[in-house]
């Protein structure tokens, strides 16, 4: 009768030891090669696999929303070549977030990637280390450009990417975030962001005058964003930057807000334009206004 107890007894000491080793051996951690091979590893076959699902998907709602073709009073032309008015603006969607990390590995593994949106690990969701490097690469390309203004989303993996991709401007040109351009919000607990005293704690170098004390989506009470409200934001949004008075601007935002503006708002003349940003992604742009 007392052959069970101790041969529980004994098991559970053996567990112990090998834990209490586990734990006192350093981790191991792959060989670093470069930020390049970082990037490149990314573009693995299940993000490939998320940017054109989410793509196919998000363009079928605006076509079924009647969106696509909108005649806006004001009209976007954009294009890569160079422009004789108007502005040149880099769009960024940020570096690899929490949440990114989750969906594809969900997708590798055949597995409903939306609820990992909702981890509440994922609320505000900040950027993984991955994402950090993602954002570190684009220091080469960013350091070529002269903005004189720095926009951004006020969600927190937005700000992480614009002050480490231009890290170099902080303290010589304006960082703003606005409403208008944080993430079409879907419900998800990783579409919400913190409040505007939290993030101008964390981020005291960006002037948050144009960012409301608390997410409009979590007010009165959680809840979605149509794309005619976000593609009306966006709008909006990009009137605030044709009124300001800087030529060249950086515009650190998000995937899903970047779609509804290129397929939407603006009228691009190379169809390269209109698809779905890969995290880490810059593509300068010039948008002429009439």
């Keep these: 009768m007392l052959l069970l107890p101790l041969c ?3 098991l559970g000491a053996v567990a112990g030891f090998l834990l209490a080793t586990t734990r006192q051996r ?8 470069s930020v390049a091979s970082i990037q490149k590893n990314l573009r693995t076959d299940a993000s490939k696999a998320t940017v054109k699902v989410e793509s196919a998907k998000q363009l079928q709602k605006l076509r079924s929303d009647g969106l696509l073709g909108k005649r806006w009073p004001v009209q976007m032309r954009c294009s890569n070549g160079a422009a004789k008015s108007g502005k040149l603006l880099h769009f960024i969607r940020h570096g ?3 949440h990114n990390s989750m969906a594809d590995f969900c997708v590798s593994m055949h597995i409903n990637r939306a609820d990992t949106y909702n981890f509440p690990d994922n609320f505000d ?3 993984t280390e991955v994402g950090r490097q993602q954002a570190a690469q684009l220091q080469s390309y960013a350091k070529t450009t002269t903005p004189q203004l720095v926009a951004v989303s006020p969600m927190s993996r937005a700000l992480m990417t614009a002050n480490i991709a231009y ?3 902080i303290g010589k040109v304006p960082f703003i975030a606005h409403d208008g351009c944080k993430e079409r919000c879907n419900g998800h607990a990783c579409d919400f ?3 505007k005293d939290q993030q101008k704690l964390d981020f005291p170098n960006v002037d948050f005058q144009h960012v409301a004390p608390e997410d409009p989506c979590l007010t009165p009470s959680p809840h979605g964003e149509t794309w005619a409200e976000a593609t009306q934001r966006g709008y909006d949004f990009m009137l605030w930057l044709r009124d300001r008075p800087e030529k060249e601007i950086v515009v650190a935002t998000h995937s899903g807000w970047l779609f509804g503006l290129f397929n939407v708002v603006l009228q691009c ?3 390269k334009l209109k698809e779905w940003f890969y995290t880490g992604e810059l593509r300068s742009v010039h948008v002429d206004f009439d």
């Design 193 to 195: 962001r913190r409040s």
């Design 8 to 10: 529980t007894a004994a």
């Design 167 to 169: 890290g170099h401007l």
């Design 269 to 271: 003349d190379d169809p």
């Design 96 to 98: 690899q977030g929490s």
């Design 125 to 127: 969701a900040p950027l």
């Design 26 to 33: 350093p981790r191991k951690y792959g060989r670093f090669e």
